[in-house]
């Protein structure tokens, strides 16, 4: 009760802060999935802003729980406790907000702060209004769909990374303002890398400790259903560890990348020399030291093609993903390489490329895949958003 009152009187001081002060002019808060460690496209975009803008103008709103993790990592970092005084106060003076993923509903916004959401992905399943049943713990349907939409209405400038993304954006976020058609900012490494073979090796020797061998990168998705409670996700190994190896070569090595919502711990004992559990490491450099990207329905299928690498699809339980749960805007049949129906299947395609290093039959559609989801893929996004920002600054100013 006490803890609900005290919860209730922060809320209208807070948003009492946000009415009454005036934004301090360039100053920017950023937050990556709510509070997580720095990453993705505000990363990207922070990496730009600090080689012109003062660190005092640049923060990070981090959880709590996070915080230690955060300062061992980005020591350099302004990073400030989500929820404490100096966010509140941070939040409702900041001249921009730089997210991924949306805020509470009822944090107001300064009326001249500048809201760039970024999101953090190309969709391959539904979202927001045109999920038709919500299966996540501590909400409804209807409650889901209605905050999504309400919370989208803040956004001043929404990033898209390709024309087809920009339409599902606007249709299931219900989005009436500025899209800015530029790519996604984390993606311009990969645009300016893909080619950069030092750069490779120098990944692949931090990362599996080794030059030599392939990397075969495993990143499913996570089940909005498969939860052991609210806010905590079980993870499903679809393969046998000691057949997944039998496939390889001995330099060969698989990188199991599990989704940020999963914590359960995968027990690769045994098999440490050549699997590996990659669950901090910058999931670009993931890509850039893989010759084959093995997934499911995540959207980790549309940056990678930016490389045009091969890839195997293993929706195991496909059925129930499509009908039972989010469904998907793109028919499954057009991903860019083999779909593996069953687990003898999958290792057979393992095999195969492991024999060829590629899926020849597949090299056309893995192309065109590459055209039509990553065509404002030009290596400049963050870039663009820093012009933006400049933007907004001088038009405040005037």
């Given at each position: 009760m006490i803890k609900r009152v005290l919860s209730k009187i922060y809320k209208i001081i807070f948003n009492f802060s946000a009415t009454v002060f005036p934004i301090q002019k360039?100053?920017?808060?950023?937050?990556?999935?709510n509070g997580k460690l720095p990453s993705d496209n505000p990363y990207a975009i922070y990496q730009e802003l600090i080689k012109k803008m003062e660190k005092k103008n640049l923060y990070w709103g981090i959880k709590?729980?996070?915080?230690?993790?955060?300062?061992?990592?980005?020591?350099?970092?302004?990073?400030?406790?989500?929820?404490?005084?100096?966010?509140?106060?941070?939040?409702?003076?900041?001249?921009?907000?730089i997210?991924?993923?949306?805020?509470?509903?009822?944090?107001?916004?300064?009326?001249?702060?500048?809201?760039?959401?970024?999101?953090?992905?190309?969709?391959?399943?539904k979202l927001g209004a045109d999920i038709q049943e919500v299966a996540m713990p501590g909400t409804d349907t209807e409650k889901y769909k209605n905050n999504f939409i309400v919370e989208a209405k803040r956004w001043d400038y929404l990033v898209a990374p390709n024309e087809y993304s920009e339409k599902i954006f606007k249709q299931a976020?219900?989005?009436?303002?500025?899209?800015?058609?530029?790519?996604?900012?984390?993606?311009?490494?990969?645009?300016?890398?893909?080619?950069?073979k030092q750069l490779r090796n120098e990944l692949k020797q931090k990362i599996i400790g080794k030059e030599s061998g392939r990397v075969i990168l495993y990143a499913p998705t996570w089940r909005d259903d498969y939860f052991i409670k609210k806010g905590s996700y079980k993870f499903f190994m679809p393969f046998d560890l000691e057949k997944i190896t039998q496939c390889l070569g001995k330099e060969d090595t698989v990188v199991i990348r599990p989704h940020y919502l999963v914590g359960d711990s995968i027990n690769i004992e045994g098999y440490e020399d050549q699997i590996k559990i990659c669950m901090n490491e910058p999931i670009n450099e993931l890509y850039l030291i893989s010759d084959l990207l093995i997934t499911d329905y995540s959207s980790v299928m549309f940056d990678f093609a930016i490389l045009q690498r091969p890839m195997l699809f293993y929706p195991y339980d496909i059925e129930h993903y499509k009908e039972k749960l989010r469904g998907f805007y793109l028919d499954y049949n057009e991903v860019p390489g083999p779909i593996a129906q069953n687990e003898?299947?999958?290792?057979?395609?393992?095999?195969?490329?492991?024999?060829?290093?590629?899926?020849s039959q597949y090299e056309d559609?893995?192309?065109?895949?590459?055209?039509?989801f990553c065509q404002w893929e030009k290596g400049r996004a963050s870039q663009e958003v820093s012009q933006l920002i400049d933007k907004e600054v001088e038009l405040k100013i005037k």
């Open positions: 360039g100053m920017v808060l950023l937050e990556t999935f709590k729980e996070n915080m230690r993790a955060a300062k061992e990592k980005y020591p350099d970092l302004n990073l400030v406790p989500r929820f404490s005084v100096k966010w509140l106060w941070l939040t409702t003076r900041a001249n921009f907000w997210f991924n993923s949306r805020m509470p509903n009822w944090l107001k916004k300064n009326k001249d702060t500048v809201y760039i959401q970024t999101w953090h992905g190309t969709p391959l399943k976020f219900q989005f009436q303002n500025n899209v800015l058609e530029i790519g996604y900012p984390r993606n311009d490494e990969l645009v300016n890398n893909k080619d950069n003898e299947e999958f290792y057979q395609f393992i095999q195969e490329f492991m024999s060829y290093g590629k899926f559609k893995v192309h065109a895949f590459e055209q039509r």
